[in-house]
């Protein structure tokens, strides 16, 4: 692959990364916030939920811009 499509897939990938951590974190605020009179037990379980796939996607996305920075360098050692 060329260097500049890397960069582009690159730094994609890493945005893509930190909007899912800043989803994570938000899913943190909210569960730190929740009303104890509510139905707190459902809520949580869904956060679960919902923190589990947002973390295997984190972590798929990592790998992914490991991947592409591996790559670069590799690149430019070979010039």
């Given at each position: 692959?060329m260097?500049?499509?890397i960069?582009?897939?690159?730094?994609?990938?890493?945005?893509?990364?930190?909007q899912?951590?800043?989803?994570?974190?938000?899913?943190?605020?909210?569960?730190?916030?929740l009303?104890?009179?509510?139905?707190?037990?459902?809520?949580?379980?869904?956060?679960?939920?919902?923190?589990?796939?947002?973390?295997?996607i984190?972590?798929?996305?990592?790998?992914?811009?490991?991947?592409?920075q591996?790559?670069?360098?590799?690149m430019?050692e070979?010039?």
């Open positions: 692959m260097r500049r499509t960069k582009r897939r690159l730094v994609k990938a890493k945005i893509a990364l930190h899912t951590i800043q989803k994570i974190l938000d899913i943190n605020r909210k569960r730190k916030k009303p104890y009179y509510e139905d707190v037990e459902t809520k949580d379980a869904d956060l679960n939920v919902e923190l589990k796939v947002l973390n295997k984190a972590e798929q996305q990592a790998l992914m811009v490991k991947k592409y591996k790559s670069l360098t590799e430019e070979s010039n």
